[in-house]
């Protein structure tokens, strides 16, 4: 006969202290691409408002909340940073985490440009401190990826191309608030590792497993640095040349091969990487306004107008998830 005394669902339902855990613990660096996708639908409005004549007071609302985003993200990693330093350690020596880092120095840069016209000190300051801080990513990230002890080729994704892409972000705004080599010296950095890299990522793609279900939204990436490319490439040279064809065609071509796949994506769970959809489709539409503005023609202002549509309903979706899955403590959570 078991005399065991009845269990109270009270206690039963009681928490063990090994599954507790601190939200400010596992506040994951990725946040910051936030601020990028909020940034670059900022910049889409500001080139719509001055090529198609879109209301200012979108832009500037994107602006401010794009701002606030980005001060109160730097506060609770900080705050992370000051409690749990080993957690901030341990995603710098995580082989897919650490590519994320370099989206704070990113989101320096873009808040650089959407600064520019607005309060250029502001936006010097802004692209000197993202300037520098992502060099600093790029070399250190650069060097664990040459004396690594625990990289395997499934590593591979395409968030590695984030250090990349910030290198050819810097000329966008570089180029009117420091010497022109200098942007130079950044776009080559950028431009050249870029190939490498997307030899690299499309090997893994192509001849080993698919990409785990968290990281199918970074395919998004594959967008940014010849759209990114692009826009810095005439900021540079003023040209719409052969090179800077090349560069637009080619991520548009990669746009449509990311569009013929949609379903999949749609099916996916919302997982924070999920906000690798935003900054690429931005870029790729700012790029496709500034093709409409040097090109004028029905097409491209056809396609800028569907891109920012698309962009704004993604960037909105992506809100709301964020938002429920905060609620439900979806989100800084151990993995």
């Not at 609302?61 to 993200?73: E, K, N, Q, S, Y």
């Not at 704004?312 to 979706?317: D, F, I, P, Q, Y």
Request: proline share 7%; glycine share 6%.
């Amino acid at each position: 006969m078991n005399t065991a005394p009845p269990t109270s669902p009270a206690l039963t339902a009681a928490p063990s202290p090994a599954t507790t855990h601190s939200c400010l613990e596992h506040f994951p660096i990725a946040f910051f691409s936030t601020v990028m996708g909020l940034a670059g639908l900022t910049l889409a409005w500001q080139k719509a408002h001055a090529v198609l004549g879109a209301p200012p007071i979108i832009s500037t609302g994107l602006r401010g909340a794009v701002t606030a985003l980005f001060i109160i993200l730097l506060i609770f990693y900080g705050l992370k940073a000051l409690r749990y330093p080993q957690a901030v350690v341990m995603e710098m020596r995580h082989p897919i985490r650490i590519n994320f880092f370099p989206t704070v120095s990113i989101s320096l840069l873009l808040l650089a440009i959407v600064y520019l016209e607005r309060a250029p000190e502001a936006a010097l300051w802004l692209w000197i401190a993202g300037a520098l801080l992502h060099l600093g990513f790029t070399l250190a990230i650069f060097g664990s990826w040459i004396h690594h002890t625990h990289y395997d080729i499934k590593h591979a994704n395409p968030a590695w191309f984030i250090p990349v892409v910030g290198n050819i972000v810097i000329p966008v705004a570089g180029v009117r608030l420091a010497s022109p080599e200098l942007s130079w010296f950044f776009f080559s950095i950028g431009l050249v590792f870029w190939i490498v890299l997307m030899t690299i990522v499309l090997y893994r793609l192509f001849f080993h497993e698919p990409l785990p279900v968290r990281l199918a939204p970074t395919l998004f990436i594959l967008l940014a640095p010849p759209s990114v490319g692009f826009i810095a490439y005439l900021a540079l040279t003023g040209e719409l040349d052969a090179f800077a064809r090349i560069l637009y065609y080619s991520a548009l071509f990669l746009g449509l091969l990311l569009a013929s796949n949609a379903v999949r994506f749609l099916r996916l769970p919302f997982f924070i990487s999920a906000w690798a959809y935003s900054f690429p489709l931005a870029a790729l539409t700012l790029a496709t306004l500034i093709m409409g503005a040097r090109l004028p023609s029905l097409i491209f202002d056809l396609l800028g107008i569907g891109l920012l549509a698309i962009l704004s309903l993604v960037v909105a979706v992506l809100v709301f998830r964020t938002i429920v899955a905060i609620q439900r403590r979806e989100i800084c959570a151990p993995e």
